[in-house]
């Protein structure tokens, strides 16, 4: 899945994601209450280096990390507007951080310090289940004993028709008004690049990487379509 590929719908309708997670369309109030207070209670007595695949404009960063000392932020997305808009947020809030345009899948790029911590949010769907057991297999090659992950992603009920899921999804959008110029290029970006897991997929793939899971919990705003929010430790 080549990076133009992946983008295609939301490079240039970017506002139209953004305005699903400020009307927490996808459950991210939910799960930034979680991801931080995790994050609060780990990292309290020290200080931690965050790598954010799949990190878009890195929008809940800052709110995120702010009872925390966060010495770096590695944000990885292929999107470049993203990253631009990412860039002037985190410039404004005085975080330090390098970004990286490329594939998420590529896993962790050369850095000069490890991360204490990796954060993904909707991002890591956009595989299929084997570049999904790769990516986690290939982190927990990478990364340090000490590190944890958050991540929260998209999950499909057992038994549930990936068609069933996709409509129902549609209807859910419609009746919380999303305009009718940006609900085609959204379905279009779902239909074409999502790929979920029922919530036993998604534990088998973490659990036979190596990746021991302390919390999983179902999150989301419906439903019909919730995210799996987990916290992983190597």
């Known amino acids: 899945m080549s990076g133009d590929e992946v983008t295609s719908v939301f490079k240039d309708r970017w506002s139209a994601y953004q305005w699903l997670v400020e009307n927490n369309l ?97 991002a890591v769907h956009h595989g299929d289940e084997q570049q999904k057991r790769q990516f986690f297999s290939n982190l927990y090659q990478q990364v340090s004993g000490e590190c944890s992950f958050v991540l929260a992603d998209i999950m499909i009920h057992e038994g549930q028709s990936f068609n069933d899921y996709t409509n129902i999804m549609e209807q859910y959008f419609v009746g919380q008004g999303v305009r009718s110029d940006w609900l085609p290029h959204i379905m279009t970006h779902i239909r074409q690049y999502d790929y979920p897991e029922t919530e036993d997929s998604w534990l088998d793939i973490v659990r036979s990487s190596g990746w021991n899971v302390v919390c999983k919990q179902s999150v989301g705003p419906v439903e019909a379509f919730p995210a799996i929010f987990m916290i992983l430790d190597r």
């Open 26 to 122: 996808m459950g991210l109030r939910e799960i930034l209450v979680a991801a931080r207070s995790f994050i609060q209670d780990r990292y309290k007595d020290s200080s931690v280096t965050l790598t954010d695949f799949g990190c878009g404009n890195s929008l809940l960063i800052p709110e995120l990390t702010h009872s925390v000392q966060l010495d770096y932020y590695f944000g990885i997305d292929l999107a470049e507007n993203a990253l631009s808009m990412a860039q002037r947020l985190l410039e404004s809030n005085r975080i330090k951080y390098r970004q990286f345009c490329q594939d998420l899948f590529l896993g962790m790029p050369q850095v000069s310090c490890s991360s204490d911590l990796i954060y993904s949010a909707f």
